[in-house]
Nanobody
Framework: QVRLVESGGGLVQAGDSLNLSCAAS????????VGWFRQPPGKEREFVSA????????YYADSVKGRFNISRDNAKNLVYLQMNSLKPEDTAVYSC??????????????????WGQGTQVTVSS
């Protein structure tokens, strides 16, 4: 079973950048789709971005398109989420997750079977 640990969150000001990392241990996730989700205070968890096994397919929520970039380094078992031009509405707990094999619904939470514990991102205005 793969285990995921996120890091890189913090408190920043609007317009700043953060680079989140998702590290896998236990087994490689090099053949899996990995997604980032976030849960703002008092709201449901929502899709942010996903990347397929080799980075050839990438998906973003409309709210982050043009500001966030997802990438992966399978040799290091890492997936990154570079977040630029951060806004107060980006404040949330960010979690990475591994999708079930064969899924094509990258934006659907239920398609992801393994989740990290999350990292807090707070953007002040």
């Amino acid at each position: 079973q793969v285990r995921l640990v996120e890091s890189g969150g913090g408190l920043v000001q609007a317009g700043d950048s953060l680079n989140l990392s998702c590290a896998a241990s236990g087994r490689t996730f090099g053949s899996s789709v990995v997604g980032w989700f976030r849960q703002p205070p008092g709201k449901e968890r929502e899709f942010v971005s996903a990347i397929n096994y080799n980075g050839g397919r990438i998906y973003y929520a409309d709210s982050v398109k043009g500001r966030f970039n997802i990438s992966r380094d399978n040799a290091k078992n890492l997936v990154y989420l570079q977040m630029n031009s951060l806004k107060p509405e980006d404040t949330a707990v960010y979690s990475c997750a591994v999708a079930r094999y064969g899924t094509t619904s990258y934006e659907t939470r239920d398609e992801y079977s393994v989740w990290g514990q999350g990292t807090q991102v707070t953007v002040s205005s």
